[in-house]
């Protein structure tokens, strides 16, 4: 004994148009949230005994108040700065830059130094303050 079937047509809702629009949103909110970020990423180093730690992943990058450019403690140009911090990356691929700006040091050397590291693909990059006591 066969059954036939009636009459009745299939009610249920179809989810692949659903589907491709929720897909066609994603693509787009990914691709469009990394325009609407401006300025650098800076990862600040945090106060408290964790940043004390004696670690060699870490180099020096300074700017003396002549907007002079200091790796570690030997005076370059600024290029070449940014060209011996890419080979130490290469050497430890979880290199920090610590950035030390004189406070009476031009903004835009400091920014410079910043800019080229951030081109470079240095995504941790710090600024050094000094702990102000006058509360």
């Known amino acids: 004994m066969t059954r036939r079937r009636s009459g009745i047509a299939d009610t249920g809702m179809s989810l692949t148009p659903m589907i491709d629009i929720m897909t066609t949103l994603l693509a787009v909110f990914m691709v469009t949230t990394p325009m609407m970020t401006a300025g650098i990423d800076v990862d600040l180093p945090r106060a408290g005994a964790s940043a004390m730690t004696g670690n060699n992943h870490a180099i020096q990058i300074s700017v003396d108040a002549k907007g002079n450019y200091y790796l570690l403690e030997n005076q370059l140009p600024c290029d070449e700065v940014v060209k011996r911090a890419v080979a130490m990356r290469g050497e430890n691929p979880n290199l920090v830059v610590t950035l030390s700006g004189d406070?009476?040091?031009?903004?835009?050397?400091?920014?410079?130094?910043?800019?080229?590291?951030?081109?470079?693909?240095?995504?941790?990059?710090?600024?050094r303050t000094q702990i102000d006591n006058k509360q």
Do not use: T
């Not at 050397?109 to 990059?125: I, N, P």
């Open 103 to 127: 406070k009476s040091a031009d903004y835009g050397a400091v920014m410079l130094m910043m800019g080229k590291l951030k081109d470079v693909g240095f995504q941790r990059v710090g600024l």
